[in-house]
């Protein structure tokens, strides 16, 4: 490439877009720790008591809980902060506990790409719509994660269990395709109901 453009060699690749890259022997470690810090300290939270899970595990949320109206602009900061984090902290979709967490790629000789998918049934007390998640792995690491409330109402558990199940195939079809444009062709695929 150096012969076609003009460029500079800086090394290993060590931050980028918030994104922290440690590259050793054994595999590559991606983490957001510097963001996720600087987006406490932004909201005046870096002192805050820690806890495994920072919230009531039993909570169901909706819109009409009793509280006051949040300042919607401070709001809508803070989840545009913490969906950026969710490129290497998938598990912060539910729940938080640390900064140091992130995803651990090792050397593997055959990548294969597996799925895993759920659903709760009418999870939202609001509109009684269930929520769809799925996350694929190739290798050793998570590749690609959703979550997301269901477009229709479910009439049964079976049903919502279907939806999520159809989301995850069109996206391992998807993963599929680009697998094989990049020489690594999935001979099956396997999606787990979890």
């Known amino acids: 490439m150096k012969r076609k453009f003009e460029m500079t060699d800086l090394g290993l690749l060590h ?11 054994d595999g590559i470690f991606i983490s957001q720790k510097k963001y996720a810090t600087d987006l406490l300290e932004r909201f005046n939270m870096l002192n805050c008591k820690v806890a495994a899970t920072p919230m009531n595990v039993n909570e169901i949320l909706k819109l009409e809980d009793g509280t006051a109206t949040a300042d919607a602009r401070a709001f809508r900061s803070l989840v545009g902060g913490l969906i950026y984090l969710t490129h290497t902290r998938p598990d912060i979709s539910f729940s938080v ?6 995803i651990w790629y090792t050397h593997v000789s055959k990548f294969k790409l ?9 999870g939202s007390l609001d509109d009684r719509k269930s929520t769809s998640g799925s996350v694929f792995s190739l ?7 959703s979550s997301k409330k269901q477009a229709t109402t479910a009439l049964s558990s079976s049903e919502a269990e279907y939806v999520a199940a159809s989301s995850a195939a069109c996206q391992a079809a998807w993963l599929r395709r680009l697998l094989e444009d990049l020489q690594q062709k999935q001979e099956e695929a396997r ?3 979890l």
């Open 15 to 25: 931050y980028f877009l918030g994104l922290e890259i440690q590259q050793s022997e």
């Open 97 to 102: 506990g640390t900064v140091d967490f992130g």
């Open 114 to 122: 597996i799925g895993f998918t759920d659903s709760d049934w009418a």
């Open 139 to 145: 290798g050793s690491g998570a590749i690609s994660w």
């Open 191 to 193: 999606c787990d109901q």
